[in-house]
């Protein structure tokens, strides 16, 4: 006869008790942790989340401030929130299932549930995703705004808390990963050589892109880099002179799926630009952008922004690095993938980044434009 436990025998797993409640407040690599996880899961069930970040004030001193920040928040939030360390006088509250709004309304609930005497603490509001929340504005208006975290409010008055929190934050900004110096002293010694080297053959595709077709040289175009900062990049222009207002008359035509645009036959390419895209040619500007800071050599594309915001928020996670002139797609020829698989080619090189994977991808780059010179 086999023994069954009795139902009973776990039930004391579940029981709450004083000892099974959370620490007061997380360690800053928890809290880390809780962030990343909260990001994984909005991108999966589609959620929006908000984290505050709350500073001491510069008159008050930080420990005993902290304790008295974190009873009240204690009291204000719901048992799903989480309270964190993120510097030494800094407190982070993480706030699933909450829009920027209702972010918004915990500070102020927070402003009037500190006891008298004692100061706001100066906020910040940072919500996810928010590519959406912050696209109504020209893009020009926007660059302010998405540089990552700006500098902590110096009002220190009840009114103050509300007054920062109004402005709200690309979150994406905090996931941005640094740039190591191997990859950064890499950009500027090929981006450097790469323009010096290259300038004869630079100066004849602009005399050619000029003599055949009337229009600027380059073609600028604002794209989406890292944390979802948008910054200008350049190309040799390879179209006819106001192509970008012809695409939504060709929508129709696109031949990749996802919010991106391309098309084999492109009646807007010019003769000289259908060879400029053939071979690549036309990228070399950007090395300006790569020697400036706003690209990598390896890393991936950066989309225009309307494509990037349209992406969905997992295949947004390509912006925690430095977008690149080249990455795994583009080294195997730009074959044809959904894509849904080129999100995926990204995402696989964010997590692999190392030295001689660079090396190995701009060596395939290079052979793919020497094999076109060889084979035309």
């Not at 926007?142 to 929190?165: C, F, I, N, Y």
């Amino acid at each position: 006869m086999i023994a069954l436990k009795p139902k009973s025998s776990w039930s004391h797993f579940f029981q709450w008790s004083p000892e099974s409640r959370p620490r007061a407040v997380w360690e800053p690599g928890e809290f880390r942790r809780l962030v990343h996880r909260e990001r994984m899961r909005a991108d999966r069930n589609g959620e929006t989340f908000s984290l505050v970040l709350m500073a001491v004030p510069a008159t008050e001193k930080g420990a005993p401030y902290l304790a008295k920040l974190t009873k009240v928040l204690h009291a204000r939030l719901r048992a799903t929130d989480d309270v964190g360390r993120v510097a030494r006088d800094r407190l982070g509250v993480l706030l699933p299932d909450t829009p920027a709004a209702g972010a918004r309304t915990v500070v102020e609930h927070v402003a009037r549930l500190l006891p008298k005497g004692m100061q706001t603490p100066a906020c910040e509001v940072f919500t996810y995703p928010s590519f959406h929340d912050l696209t109504n504005e020209p893009e020009e208006r926007r660059l302010d705004r998405s540089e990552g975290l700006s500098p902590v409010h110096r009002e220190h008055v009840r009114e103050g808390a509300t007054a920062a929190s109004d402005k709200v934050h690309r979150m994406e900004a905090l996931f941005s990963i640094p740039l190591p110096l191997w990859k950064r002293s890499l950009d500027i010694l090929g981006s450097a050589i790469g323009l010096a080297v290259l300038s004869p053959v630079l100066a004849l595709i602009a005399v050619a892109v000029k003599a055949t077709s009337p229009g600027p040289l380059f073609f600028r175009q604002f794209r989406r880099g890292q944390g979802g900062r948008a910054f200008l990049l350049y190309k040799f222009r390879s179209m006819v002179d106001g192509a970008e207002e012809m695409q939504e008359a060709l929508r129709h035509r696109n031949e990749q799926d996802g919010p991106a645009f391309k098309m084999k036959a492109d009646p807007r390419v010019t003769r000289v630009g259908r060879f400029l895209r053939r071979t690549g040619l036309d990228e070399f500007p950007q090395l300006w952008n790569v020697l400036k800071g706003d690209m990598t050599l390896v890393g991936p594309r950066p989309l225009p922004c309307h494509e990037s915001d349209a992406s969905e928020t997992w295949q947004q996670r390509r912006l925690d690095v430095k977008p690149g002139l080249t990455c795994i797609w583009q080294s195997r020829g730009h074959k044809e993938v959904s894509f849904a698989d080129w999100m995926r080619m990204d995402m696989r090189y964010v997590k692999r980044q190392h030295p001689w994977l660079d090396i190995v991808l701009v060596a395939r780059t290079a052979w793919m434009v020497v094999r076109f010179k060889a084979s035309g």
